[in-house]
């Protein structure tokens, strides 16, 4: 991916980036308009991230605390890039400097595997999560990404006969939402959630539609979890994480 370079001017080339997985209500990442599941963090303070010098930002977000630090920050639904300016702080209402949780992701990876459902089985697991087909796609849970079908298939079978949340993207209404699954095999039908997924090119999203207002992702009841920023949840996607 090919970003135009914030402050010199000349492009850079980076496939890597911090996702926003979840942002807390009045933190520094609110303030600054970060979105979930959208939005990455590709560069700050000069630097582009790459896949060996992203825990560099760590120490970054550290050495401005209460002082304004510029980040590079591209939105893989609009295809655009952005500068924003954050101030990290602590404070008593949110964990951490920044009040997101993040996680380091390929973005290539994740741009041509998003997990569409397809079909929705009567009475399943996944009916009553309220999935619906075709419009519906899985992005993940508060902790971990979905960047392949095993991402699905390892937390449905974590949380078997237990309650998962899962963040949804409804692309006929350009919003983000949260879907409460309790995965069983004894439901009556095949699986443990009863619904098909689809994975690739061919499950891509489809185009924004323009009479929607792209704010409508971003509506202050998308998320809601707690959330926070540190060494602990800045990990690569591919690195094992327990879902509990």
């Not at 000349?10 to 959208?38: C, Q």
């Not at 964990?95 to 992701?105: H, S």
């Not at 090119?201 to 323009?210: F, S, T, V, W």
Request: one cysteine or more; aromatic letters at 8%.
């Amino acid at each position: 991916l090919i970003y135009q370079n914030f402050t010199m001017g000349n492009d850079i080339v980076t496939s890597w980036g911090y996702r926003i997985i979840n942002v807390e209500e009045d933190s520094p990442a609110k303030r600054a308009k970060l979105h979930p599941y959208f939005d990455y963090i590709v560069g700050a303070n000069q630097l582009v991230f790459g896949e060996n010098n992203h825990q560099q930002f760590v120490e970054i977000v550290k050495s401005h605390v209460n002082k304004k630090l510029n980040m590079l920050v591209f939105n893989i639904r609009t295809n655009e890039q952005r500068v924003v300016s954050i101030t990290p702080c602590r404070a008593e209402n949110y964990d951490g400097l920044l009040g997101a949780i993040i996680r380091f992701e390929n973005l290539e990876e994740v741009m041509t595997n998003p997990i569409r459902v397809l079909e929705v089985s009567l009475d399943s697991p996944a009916a009553e999560g309220g999935l619906k087909p075709n419009h519906d796609y899985l992005l993940g849970t508060k902790s971990k990404s979905f960047a392949s079908l095993e991402d699905v298939d390892r937390v449905i079978h974590h949380h078997m006969d237990r309650e998962v949340e899962i963040f949804v993207f409804d692309s006929a209404m350009e919003s983000i939402r949260k879907v409460a699954i309790r995965p069983y095999i004894g439901w009556g039908g095949r699986g443990a959630l009863g619904c098909d997924l689809g994975c690739g090119l061919l499950h891509k999203y489809p185009p924004i539609d323009e009479s929607k207002s792209i704010q409508q992702l971003y509506s202050r009841n998308s998320y809601q979890i707690q959330s926070t920023i540190t060494e602990d949840v800045i990990e690569k996607s591919e690195t094992p994480q327990s879902e509990g």
